[in-house]
């Protein structure tokens, strides 16, 4: 995709274009620089996005001492926020962020304590 010129391909709703530029972006390198609070929310059963490399990616982020991005994986739940029967959790995940959102309004100088998992099921 990187090396490639530019071809009529669409995969998830994307065309080339938008693939060539994700694909650029070091995402590691933009977390690095970013400084206000930050959630990452990541579906366990995703097959888009791997929950392993997230993970890998936060594990790096908290060994340069991140201390403005929480983490929250959601493990029965896929890419778009949907469980194993294909019923949207997308009410339940806008209500975990709403209040996540909250936490830092109401402090938002409080550190960020790691958060590992968020389950939904």
């Known amino acids: 995709m990187l090396n490639n010129k530019p071809d009529k391909l669409e995969v ?17 390198d933009v977390l690095k620089k970013v400084n206000t609070p930050l959630l990452i929310l990541q579906g366990g059963g995703d097959l888009s996005v791997s929950p392993d490399k997230v993970d890998e ?18 493990e029965a739940l896929d890419h778009g926020f949907a469980n ?6 997308r ?18 100088n409080k550190s960020v304590q790691p ?3 968020a389950s939904t099921d």
């Not at 998830?12 to 590691?28: P, R």
């Not at 594990?59 to 994986?73: A, C, H, S």
């Not at 194993?84 to 959790?89: D, F, K």
């Not at 962020?97 to 402090?107: F, G, Q, T």
């Open 12 to 28: 998830s709703g994307h065309g080339y274009k938008w693939w060539q530029q994700m694909l650029s972006i070091d995402q590691f």
């Open 115 to 117: 958060t590992a998992n």
């Open 57 to 74: 990616m936060i594990t790096n982020l908290r060994e340069i001492k991140k201390q403005n991005i929480e983490y929250r994986r959601y």
């Open 84 to 89: 194993i029967n294909g019923e949207s959790m």
């Open 91 to 108: 009410e339940k995940i806008v209500s975990d962020i709403n209040n996540w959102l909250k936490s830092k309004l109401v402090n938002p």
